[in-house]
């Protein structure tokens, strides 16, 4: 009887342990629940009225959640449980115009504390993605690309294909930017082949003419060696910046779906397999307005494409998620959405920019990328009669200082928080209202950023496990919570 006395004792503590185990791993009604905040709750502000510009506020303590809910109070419950896409980072371009100012313009102690300020994560907004023009876009001091020849001739054989120009300053600072944050990731996107490869004989305008697909794959190879050579490995890479439009004033090409996809699946796709290159194809590279060209070219190059770029200057968000509903296995960038006159600072743009960080992430995008890293006081250097872009940063050519623009503060409420490889996980979303994004990083902590689209102060109840906060956002205003997992 004793030894049975014994077993039945043991039997009961080892009853209560599960027990205790399952207090801790689940809620009343079954569901799991083990996570939790355990960490105080760091808060980062912007408001629309500039009081607060990406500014730490004081941490915030949470507390154990609790059983009933203040209706007057906004839900917005965070779960780690249900997981979307892998994110590869946010940013920017450097391109030729951006790279000059920074360059050439800044001296060596502007230069470094600009770079810290772009790209370190704990000094700055810690960049993590550049989409780098090959060759001149419409940001640039010259039209050029990398195998330019006398008009008449040609270089099948791109025996002078060169990487030199962005050698005297973009790669530099690609380079820096890389040992300022190794996880950055580069991925490139032509303007225009060389004049020679066209039907317009000229970097502006024209196709690509059939003769050249072949050495057109060829100069993509070439690019992708030659920047690798130099430290700087290419991630991804279109084929064709904005392929449906044709601009008068700079370096451009039409290139329809059908020649895209013929492209894609005859000639770069297969000399990518055959040169041993894992650089990712991504389609299209174009605006929202139309999903028809992406799903021609998967349809037809699939096999050799990663997914599609995305541009914001027409058409919605949720393109992006209708591509992915249809092609399941492919995913996709948000790869320029550039500030302007045509959306003035502050308030206007800051809507605008929060509004694409969190609905561009829910609708599947695994970047978001702003356009110039920096522009001048007059939107330029640029090869453009009359520019309206903006930079993230300004760099006054003539006095020589540096003016930090709304699109770095936006920027940097995902940027400086989510690191390239975290996950978006799954968050209450009001829309039009609160708008809400979430992510759990590779370190399992968890950022959480919202955005206030109404006019009024709302209170907030953000739950996360069996763990909750408290937090009044201002109206117009933008906050990212971050905490250890």
Known sequence: MKKRGNLRHNFLIFLS????????????????????????????????NQKNLLSQQPAISAFKKAEKTDESVTQIEVNPEITY????????????????????????????????????PEIGIGISFLRQPMGASDFA???????????????????YFSIDHDK????????????????????????????WMKTSRSLIGGSLREECYDVYARYFVEFIKAYEKEGIPIYAITVQNEPLYVPKEYPGMFMSPEAQAIFINEYLGPLFEKENIDTLILCYDHNWDNI????????KAGKYVAGTAWHVYGGDHSAMTKIKEKFPDKEAWLTEASGGEWVPPFFDAFADQMTHIIRGT???????????????????????????????VTIDTDKKDITYNVDYYTMGHISKFVQPGAYRIESTNIQSIIETTAFKN??????LIVYNRTNNNKKLSITYGDS?????????????FIWNN
């Open 17 to 48: 342990i599960i027990l205790a185990t399952s207090c801790l791993l689940y809620g009343g009604d079954g569901t799991t629940m083990n996570y939790r905040i355990n960490s105080d709750v760091e808060v980062w502000l912007t408001t629309s």
């Open 85 to 120: 896409q892998e994110m590869d980072g946010f940013g920017a371009s450097l391109t030729d115009a951006s790279a000059w100012l920074i360059y050439n313009v800044l001296d060596e102690k502007q230069r470094k504390e600009l770079m810290y300020e772009l790209f370190s």
């Open 141 to 159: 001091l010259k039209m050029y690309t990398y195998d330019d020849v006398p008009e008449g001739e040609e270089d099948f054989e791109l025996k």
């Open 168 to 195: 005297e300053y973009i790669i530099p600072l690609i380079k820096k930017a890389i040992e300022i944050n190794p996880d950055l990731k580069v991925m490139a996107s032509p303007w225009s082949p060389p004049a």
């Open 292 to 299: 028809e060209y992406p799903e021609i070219v998967l349809k």
């Open 362 to 392: 829910r609708n599947f995008a695994k970047s978001i990328v702003w356009w110039n890293m920096a522009l001048d006081q007059n939107n330029g250097p640029t090869v453009l009669k009359h520019s309206t872009c903006r930079g993230i």
């Open 442 to 447: 590779p370190n399992d902590s968890i950022v």
């Open 468 to 480: 909750e906060f408290n937090y009044t956002l201002r109206g117009k205003s933008a906050v990212t």
